[in-house]
């Protein structure tokens, strides 16, 4: 099993560009959900879901849209990327609101 | 005021040492609390959950104080696999959980 796996790894953005981040996952888990976590600050929760076709608000969701079309399958989408969205970005599974499995994180710098 | 506070350290012990590093959270409905380890450039990976009678996992010790609303992680006789960052998290009944900044710690030889 992969568990949870993340596409890209690393992407350089130039402002007001827009890119897809995709989340998958193989534990057939219902809930997932995206992070950035940036240097003093802790993971911050931007977006989550709890089953397919359903998307809920985290702590910092603006200038990120997210889309659960497939249960193993969770997009980040930034549709103008400024630079405050530089940051690591980690997706997350889990069974209810219980342990969180993370995938390997992608590096994203807007310049 | 953050919902989950650490000291950011870094905690630099040698080898054998035992260190302990407290968390403190500001939300009285937290109900579950756990302790994540983070390696540079690494995802997060659950250390272990912390229970209300306090819990032991091998060299790692988990303690909660709901009157003071804090936890704390000790690590015994320390190695240097475990240099990492500690990260704790918080939740409520039924709502997402809140990762505290981190604490790093770096074990010496």
């Known amino acids: 099993n992969a568990g949870v796996t993340q596409t890209p790894k690393f992407r350089v953005l130039k402002t007001g560009q827009s890119m897809t981040l995709l989340c998958a996952q193989d534990?057939?888990?219902?809930?997932m959900y995206w992070y950035r976590q940036d240097p003093g600050m802790g993971l911050r929760l931007i977006h989550y879901s709890v089953g397919e076709g359903t998307t809920a608000k985290g702590e910092v969701p603006d200038g990120y849209n997210v889309s659960r079309l497939k249960k193993q399958n969770f997009l980040l989408g930034l549709e103008s990327a400024a630079p405050s969205q530089t940051s690591v970005y980690f997706c997350a599974s889990s069974v209810g609101f219980n342990e969180q499995f993370f995938g390997p994180g992608t590096r994203l710098t807007v310049l | 005021r953050k919902e989950v506070e650490q000291d950011p350290g870094p905690f630099n012990v040698p080898e054998g040492a035992t260190v302990a590093f407290n968390c403190t959270y500001s939300n009285s409905a937290s109900q579950s609390f756990f302790w994540y380890r983070q390696d540079c450039r690494k995802e997060p990976k659950l250390l272990m959950s912390?229970?209300?009678s306090g819990n032991e996992d091998g060299r790692f010790t988990a303690q909660l104080n709901r009157a003071s609303q804090y936890i704390s992680l000790l690590i015994r006789d320390s190695k240097l696999s475990d240099s990492a960052t500690y990260l704790c998290?918080?939740?409520?009944?039924?709502?997402?959980?809140?990762f505290g900044p981190g604490t790093r710690l770096s074990v010496l030889p």
């Open positions: 534990m057939n888990h219902e809930y």
């Open positions: 998290v918080v939740r409520r009944y039924g709502q997402n959980f809140v």
């Open positions: 912390v229970y209300s």
